[in-house]
């Protein structure tokens, strides 16, 4: 029999949902439009069609996946628009399959946890279901029992674990500044919870065999990491509809469900031009600054590292291979230490670069990107004091199109092992 742990328990849903179809995106045609400083006009003008956005973000334009019924239609609204895709489907095809890591290796499982062994690094060869991921990190935990525990910060909206790893050295637990990293804001970005937890496991292993380098890290810090910020959406993107981005949270008034839980945090929220006040919209921002379950119990859980500071935030997405500063509610504003952070975000890029030729574009969010108002890293850096508060859109780069937030699984390893050495530099720099 399969070990089952607590964590596990905790990530399994604890209220009914009902079963939903599966939305289907056969036929679907994905566009870029370019929007030549008139996005708003344009996107009131798509409104009514069967569509999707599958942008990574830039200002300048964005690409649109339209429903075969409604192709006409957009064609008919004379747009500067360009064919990216023929058929959406076959780009979502190229992820591959979702498979079950323990199943398929539950005999070693049941060794390997009484040995107290890390996880194969097989884990990293396919995208997994999402209760797989709860016994990873139970796993995890299990390899480094002294120096490790899973923590709670809450439940989502449908009562799911928003659960957590915290990592400590030979000083005890609490008893450093943080490294803070969030995954899967965005439940469509599959590719950043695997990412986190290829960093976790570096770490936990680098410690375990007296990796010097690693081991400086926990003398000056501890970690706190939580793959899944959004789980009702990821596990919605599994069962229902592969490129839902929001939360899981109905409104009243309105058929439209979710809210976009970076826009939701208590810092510049209400200020215009970063967020959506629709229901309907993908950045819906709320009805009020934190009034979403997940981001409420992530803020109650973020002050209790108030005492001992937060050297650096990092929340992960995807796509476009950006590392983002503070700030993106103001393209003027800049940190306090902004050079600083320059300086170690141009060599973070470089040590990614030296991996695998990738290249990652730097800068602060909202010039070097788009406007985002409510978003955990400037609440990070804005509210709580974070020394370093980054948002990292992975791979892969701009101009993707369709398959932007379909990384294929034989890069994950790879995408994981980039940003182990980028981690690596900044962790010993800051």
Known sequence: MRVQSAITALAVLVTTVAAEDRVSYDGY?????????????????????????????????????VAPEDVEAFQALGLDASLLSEDLSVDLELEGPVESFYESEESNYTIEVRQQALPALSWFSSYRPYADHATFFSQMQAAFPQNSRIFNVGNSHQGRSIYGIHLWGPNGQGNRPAIYF???????????????????????????????????????????????????????????????????????GTSCVGTDGNRNWNF???????????????????????????????????????????????DWHSYGQYILLPYGYNCQARAPNHNAQMSVAAGYSSAIRAVSGTRFTYGPSCSTLYATTGSSPDYMGGAMGAEYAWTVELRPGPGSGSSGFVLPAGQIAASGAEQWEGIKYVLNTI
Do not use: M
Request: glycine content about 6%; aromatic content about 12%; overall charge neutral.
């Open 29 to 65: 045609k994905v566009f870029r439009i370019d929007t030549h400083d008139n996005s708003e006009e344009i996107h009131r003008l798509i409104d009514g069609l069967h569509a999707v956005e599958v942008s990574c973000g830039e200002s300048d334009h964005f690409e649109l996946a």
């Open 268 to 314: 510049q929220w209400s200020t215009p031009g970063g967020a959506s006040t629709s229901p309907c919209s993908e950045t819906y921002r709320g009805q009020a600054a934190g009034d979403t379950p997940e981001i409420r119990a992530l803020t109650t859980f973020t002050n209790s590292l108030r005492t001992r500071g937060i050297k650096l935030f990092i």
């Open 182 to 252: 969030h995954g899967t804001v965005h439940a469509r970005e599959w590719i950043s919870a695997p990412v986190v937890e290829y960093l976790t496991w570096q770490l936990i292993n680098g410690y375990r065999n007296n990796d010097a380098l690693v081991r400086s890290f926990f003398n000056k810090y501890d970690f706190y990491i939580v793959p899944f910020v959004n789980p009702d959406g990821f596990v919605h993107t599994q069962s229902s509809d592969r490129l839902w981005r929001k939360n899981r949270q109905p409104r009243s």
